[in-house]
Nanobody, 121 residues
Framework: QGQLVESGGGLVQPGGSLRLSCAAS????????VAWFRQAPGKEREGVSCILGDDGTTLYADSVKGRFTISRDNAKNTVDLHMSSLKPEDTAIYYC??????????????WGQGTQVTVFS
């Protein structure tokens, strides 16, 4: 059974930066696409970014393009999400998930427990 563990969330002021990390185990990691999702209170889970396992092709939601960067280290079985120019509307619980390439949450079977990101002034 695959396992995903997120880390790196916290409190940050608008305009600041954070790096989230997702550590995977029990996956054929270099063949697995990994995505980041987020869910704010009262809102549906939203796809943020994903990255293919083999060639590293990436996809971003329009709301984070130019501000967030996803990367992976197949040797360490980790996927990072570098977030910059953070806005209050980025506040959410961030989850990593393993599955098909794309930003549709219902297509993903493996999820981490989530990490809170709060952007406040």
């Amino acid at each position: 059974q695959g396992q995903l563990v997120e880390s790196g969330g916290g409190l940050v002021q608008p305009g600041g930066s954070l790096r989230l990390s997702c550590a995977a185990s029990a996956f054929s990691f270099d063949l697995t696409s990994v995505a980041w999702f987020r869910q704010a209170p009262g809102k549906e889970r939203e796809g943020v970014s994903c990255i293919l396992g083999d060639d590293g092709t990436t996809l971003y939601a329009d709301s984070v393009k130019g501000r967030f960067t996803i990367s992976r280290d197949n040797a360490k079985n980790t996927v990072d999400l570098h977030m910059s120019s953070l806005k209050p509307e980025d506040t959410a619980i961030y989850y990593c998930a393993a599955g098909p390439y794309g930003l549709a949450a219902h297509e993903y079977d493996y999820w981490g427990q989530g990490t809170q990101v709060t952007v406040f002034s």
